[in-house]
C-alpha cells in the first residue's frame, strides 16, 4: 500500500510540475531593439544608461508566460526580458511581452507561453553565423526549452542596425541573414521553423536603406516581415520607445496569428487539458482513496 501511495504521489508532483512548463515556445533573436531599450537613457549626471522601470499593461507579468533565464529555468516572465541574456548593456521594454501578452489576449485557449530571450545588442549578421557563441548559445537554449514538452511556434528576429556602417556589410546582408536562417532550421530539425523579421526602424550608418530592402524582399518560405519604420525613436536614433516596443508587439502578433490555420488548433493546448482531466477525475480521488487506506490501517 505504501509503495502504491508513493508511486500515486509522483505521478500527481509529475502532473503538476508539467503545468508549470509552456506548452508554446518562441525564440526571441537579434540585437537591441529585441532585447529591448524602451525607458533606456543615458544619466544626465553619470552619462550611464538606465531604465525608468515603467512597465504598460501590455508588458505586465502573466502566470502563463514563462521566460527561459540564462541559466535554463523556466521563471515568469517580465520586464526586462533579456536583463540576464544581454548583461553588458543595459535593458530596458522590448517586444516580446506585448507580443506574448497579446497573443494570449486574442486566443485566450491558445496555451501557456514560453518566450525564450537570446538578442544580444551591438550584433552584426555575421556573428550570428553557425558556429559562433551567439548562435551555438540561441541553438542550445532552444533545444533545452523544447524538453519541456512544448513546441516552436516562431522565431522573432529584429536584427540589422550594426549591418548599416559598412557598405561591404549591408550589401552581404542578405546572403548572410538568409544561411544563417537556413542553418538554424536545419539545425533544430524544423526546416519550416515559421520566422518573422522585423525591417528596419533605424540604423547605425548610413545603408539602412541597403539592409531594409534586403529584409523586405527577403524570400525564404514561412518567413514573413513587418515593418518598424515610422516608430518613435528613443533620443538616440538607434532604439525604439517603450510605446513603439508595444505597437511592434502587437503587429508582431497580428503576423503571426495571420499564418496560423483557421480556426487554430493547438494540439498540445488538447493534450494538456485531457492531463487536467485525469488528473481531476481519477488520479485525485484514487489519490485520496489511499490515503484514506493508510489512515485506517
Given amino acids: 500500500m505504501l509503495s502504491l501511495l508513493f508511486l500515486l504521489l509522483l505521478t500527481q508532483g509529475n502532473l503538476s510540475t508539467s503545468e508549470q512548463l ?5 525564440i526571441l533573436a537579434g540585437q537591441s531593439n529585441m532585447a529591448g531599450r524602451g525607458g533606456v537613457a543615458n544619466n544626465t549626471k553619470n552619462g550611464i544608461p538606465s531604465w525608468d522601470g515603467i512597465v504598460p499593461a501590455q508588458c505586465q507579468p502573466n502566470p502563463s508566460i ?13 520586464e526586462p526580458l533579456h536583463a540576464d541574456i544581454d548583461y553588458n548593456k543595459t535593458s530596458g521594454v ?3 511581452m506585448p507580443f506574448a501578452n497579446a497573443v494570449l489576449t486574442r486566443v485566450p485557449n491558445f496555451g501557456s507561453i514560453g518566450l525564450v530571450p537570446c538578442a ?35 522565431m522573432l528576429w529584429y536584427q540589422g542596425e550594426s549591418d548599416t556602417e559598412i557598405r561591404e556589410d549591408a550589401d552581404a546582408y542578405k546572403g548572410r541573414l538568409s544561411r544563417f536562417f537556413i542553418d538554424l532550421r536545419a539545425d533544430l530539425g524544423y526546416p519550416t521553423l ?12 548610413p545603408y539602412v536603406e541597403i539592409v531594409r530592402n534586403a529584409q523586405l524582399g527577403f524570400n525564404l518560405p514561412d518567413v514573413q516581415c513587418v515593418d518598424a519604420m515610422g516608430l518613435p525613436l528613443e533620443p538616440d536614433r538607434v532604439h525604439l520607445t ?13 503576423a503571426f496569428l495571420q499564418s496560423l490555420p483557421n480556426p487554430i488548433h493547438i494540439t498540445n493546448y488538447s493534450s494538456r487539458r485531457f492531463s487536467n482531466l ?13 490515503l484514506l487506506l493508510v489512515a485506517f490501517t
Avoid: C
Avoid at 509552456?22 to 518562441?26: E, L, V
Fill in 66 to 78: 514563462l521566460r527561459l533565464s540564462a541559466s535554463l529555468t523556466w521563471v515568469l516572465a517580465h
Fill in 120 to 154: 544580444i545588442g551591438g550584433t552584426a549578421i555575421r556573428e550570428w553565423a553557425k558556429g559562433g557563441f551567439l548562435y551555438d548559445q540561441l541553438v542550445r537554449r532552444t533545444q533545452f526549452a523544447l524538453q519541456s514538452g512544448g513546441v516552436i511556434r516562431a
Fill in 242 to 254: 517603450t510605446p513603439a516596443q508595444v505597437q511592434l508587439g502587437e503587429t508582431l502578433t497580428d
Fill in 94 to 96: 522590448g517586444p516580446g
Fill in 22 to 26: 509552456p506548452q508554446n515556445i518562441f
Fill in 278 to 290: 485525469m488528473s481531476h477525475f481519477f488520479i485525485g480521488p484514487l489519490l485520496r482513496f489511499a
Fill in 194 to 205: 515559421p520566422i518573422i523579421q522585423v525591417a528596419l526602424a533605424s540604423g547605425e550608418g
